[in-house]
């Protein structure tokens, strides 16, 4: 069976500090994904991989980062956290644009 | 830019009354459409997704969706709710060269019994 999975289902932490939220896939998939999930705003993209070390920005970019050392890991990085930053942060993957991206439970970030 | 519109952000069926789920998207390109389901605590699902061929695609749990061009849309419908499709539905496009997807807001469907 296809699986994503996230580090954490819950998350607190202080305004800036430096928060990593890791995501790993066990089918092979070349693309990965990160997504933050608002209430009326539906998904939006933060960064998407397409390949071990190659990243692109998505949407929202801005006060995040992301790393791609491995094929099956992609990690997201809030670099200073902010109180904006509290939302609900999906992992994706899949194997092409064509093809279902698999989603992970997700990661509820609160920033105090 | 591309986008992607569900008008309907909250919509109540009785158990047994057809649906019908309502996305417009804005791209200039034959679009990758999709549909996906987020059940209360539950990551996504795909319901249905629709690349080329025949307008109208068949699902999981008794979905349907048919594209239509020049509607700009891909609306979502099944034949009789059942209670356990309470969820939030998400319409999403997908480019093809640029590897993003655009998702909707989504539409939370609620079921009387």
């Known amino acids: 069976d296809v699986k994503v999975t996230q580090s954490s289902r819950y998350l607190v932490k202080r305004t800036g500090e430096k928060v990593f939220l890791e995501c790993v896939q066990d089918m092979d998939h070349e693309n990965m994904f990160w997504y933050r999930q608002d209430p009326g705003l539906g998904l939006r993209l933060i960064y998407f991989?397409?390949?071990?070390?190659?990243?692109e920005k998505g949407d929202i970019p801005e006060g995040y980062s992301v790393s791609r050392e491995k094929k099956e890991r992609f990690s997201l990085i809030l670099e200073s956290a902010s109180t904006n930053q509290t939302s609900m942060y999906l992992c994706?993957?899949?194997?092409?644009?064509?093809?279902?991206?698999?989603f992970g439970p997700g990661t509820r970030l609160l920033v105090l | 830019a591309q986008s992607v519109t569900q008008p309907d952000i909250h919509i109540t069926v009785s158990e047994g009354a057809s649906l019908e789920l309502r996305c417009n998207y804005s791209?200039?390109?034959?679009?990758?459409l999709f549909w996906y389901v987020q059940s209360p605590g539950q990551g996504l699902q795909l319901l249905l997704k629709y690349f080329s061929g025949d307008t109208l695609v068949q699902g999981i749990k008794g979905f349907e969706a048919e594209f239509k061009r020049s509607q700009s849309s891909f609306n979502l419908r099944k034949p009789s709710v059942h209670w356990s499709d309470a969820a939030e539905y998400f319409c999403?496009?997908?480019?093809?060269?640029?590897?993003?997807?655009?998702f909707g807001s989504g539409t939370k469907l609620n079921v009387k019994p």
């Open positions: 999403a496009v997908g480019e093809y060269n640029f590897n993003k997807f655009y």
């Open positions: 791209y200039g390109a034959t679009p990758y």
């Open positions: 994706a993957s899949s194997s092409s644009p064509r093809e279902t991206q698999y």
């Open positions: 991989s397409y390949d071990v070390k190659m990243k």
